[in-house]
T-cell receptor
Framework: TQLLEQSPQFLSIQEGENLTVYCNSSSVFSSLQWYRQEPGEGPVLLVTVVTGGEVKKLKRLTFQFGDARKDSSLHITAAQPGDTGLYLC???????????FGEGTQLTVNP | DAGITQSPRYKITETGRQVTLMCHQT?????MFWYRQDLGHGLRLIYY???????DKGEVPDGYVVSRSKTENFPLTLESATRSQTSVYFC??????????????FGPGTRLTVT
């Protein structure tokens, strides 16, 4: 079973702080996706990283795929209350359409 | 542009009853998925489908039945609901297009309570 472990599980910070969320596995993935889920809604795709070492930026969010394609991180600079939500990472196998999801990081940004 | 819709959004049913959750997508995506989301377990795959009339089991298929007679619809049936099936259910779809990597697009979810 390919597992994705996310840390921390919960994170509560003040507006303006920086934070990093980690997604780790012992398995190699062909790509890794990050989703954000708000209460009462389904997860929404933020980004996909494909190449080992790849870095993608989405405004204040920076996503990195590990060189060995086994791990990823999400860094948020100057967090805003609107960043509050459940952040999920999901890995795709080298073949097939199924994703393996991590359990998520619940982020709360306090004003 | 409706995207992917689920119905009902909320459902309360009794133990032993059959209940069907509906999922409809307007993108003509090949793949469709059913997940359940529970505290402490994240998203767990119940069943998925690669195309009409092709379905396969995921991690937690017991007690559930799916069908896919049309590309756009993927209903999930609980044949005899149990309290352990109380959960939030999400439907998702994806497609294998050039430049894409099976990104999944989720519906808004159905909150099911079994009493």
């Amino acid at each position: 079973t390919q597992l994705l472990e996310q840390s921390p599980q919960f994170l509560s910070i003040q507006e303006g702080e920086n934070l990093t969320v980690y997604c780790n596995s012992s398995s190699v993935f062909s790509s890794l996706q990050w989703y954000r889920q708000e209460p009462g809604e389904g997860p929404v795709l933020l980004v996909t990283v494909v190449t080992g070492g790849e870095v993608k930026k989405l405004k204040r969010l920076t996503f990195q795929f590990g060189d060995a394609r086994k791990d990823s991180s999400l860094h948020i600079t100057a967090a805003q209350p609107g960043d509050t939500g459940l952040y999920l990472c999901a890995g795709a196998r080298t073949s097939g359409s199924r994703l393996t999801f991590g359990e998520g990081t619940q982020l709360t940004v306090n004003p | 542009d409706a995207g992917i819709t689920q119905s009902p959004r909320y459902k309360i049913t009794e133990t032993g009853r059959q209940v069907t959750l509906m999922c409809h997508q307007t993108w003509s995506h090949s793949y469709m998925f059913w997940y359940r989301q529970d505290l402490g377990h994240g998203l767990r795959l119940i069943y998925y489908s690669a195309a009409a009339d092709i379905t396969d089991k995921g991690e937690v298929p017991d007690g559930y039945v799916v069908s896919r007679s049309k590309t756009e619809n993927f209903p999930l049936t609980l044949e005899s609901a149990t309290r352990s099936q109380t959960s939030v259910y999400f439907c998702a779809s994806s497609d294998r297009l050039a430049g894409h990597n099976y990104e999944q697009y989720f519906g808004p979810g159905t909150r099911l309570t079994v009493t």
